[in-house]
């Protein structure tokens, strides 16, 4: 399985700011996602990332407000931008995973927008 | 679209066995996967079922009806770190992408 690191592993931001969210993989991957998963809930697709491309968004999400890149085959970026106390949650990225045709998630980035 | 449904809360004792089904309605389905999330922690990858029958990981195994949009993880020998929500999700056709349901909160009491 893939070892996937994030970074920040948790912040505090104040509303109107914005953060950026790094996605570290130790192996090249086509595939990353990009999650949000609101406390005590399921988690929800917020955009496919593959390299070389722009990044695909799911519905209800869109890219001035959750920027994506993703330079190469092992790192991904996601921001989060001019935030407001609905976007506290925590962020999760995710790898394809081909042999068992799923996904690896990394630990997730807590956020609390104040 | 796809939705998913499993039972939000089960209850079972230590040493026993609990089944958390999962029905899903998809237009594009590829397979079924599930995750185990213990709070504060990130999903952690259990298994997956591409074909129908069962899987068996050791103390987990994962069961899955194509033909009835069905599917289903069995714990056996529940120990108490089995406390965790467990999440089934659907591999969408061709592109790894997970659709995931809302969740099932499983609590073992001694």
């Known amino acids: 399985s893939a070892v996937i690191s994030q970074k920040p592993s948790r912040d505090i931001c104040q509303r109107g700011t914005s953060l950026t969210i790094q996605c570290q993989v130790d192996?090249?991957?086509?595939?990353m996602f990009w999650y949000r998963q609101q406390p005590g809930q399921s988690l929800t697709l917020i955009a496919t990332?593959?390299?070389?491309?722009?990044?695909?968004?799911e519905s209800g999400f869109v890219i001035d407000k959750f920027p994506i890149s993703r330079p190469n085959l092992t790192f991904s970026t996601l921001t989060v931008s001019n935030m407001s106390p609905e976007d506290s949650s925590i962020y999760l990225c995710?790898?394809?995973?081909?042999?068992?045709?799923?996904?690896?998630f990394g630990p997730g980035t807590r956020l609390l927008v104040l | 679209g796809q939705s998913l449904e499993q039972p939000s809360e089960v209850t079972a004792v230590e040493g026993a066995i609990v089944q958390i089904n999962c029905t899903y309605q998809?237009?594009?389905?590829?397979?079924l996967s599930w995750y185990q999330q213990h709070d504060g922690g990130a999903p952690t990858f259990l298994s997956y079922?591409?074909?129908?029958g069962l899987e068996e990981t050791g103390r987990f195994s994962s069961f899955l009806s194509r033909s009835d949009s069905y599917g289903y993880l069995l714990l056996q020998e529940l120990q108490m770190k089995d406390s965790a929500s467990y999440f089934c999700a659907v591999v969408g056709a061709g592109s790894y992408q997970l659709t995931f349901g809302k969740g099932t909160k499983l609590s073992v009491i001694p």
């Open positions: 079922n591409a074909l129908d």
């Open positions: 192996s090249q991957v086509t595939m």
């Open positions: 990332a593959n390299q070389g491309s722009e990044a695909t968004y």
């Open positions: 998809t237009s594009g389905f590829y397979g």
């Open positions: 995710s790898v394809e995973a081909r042999s068992e045709e799923t996904q690896y």
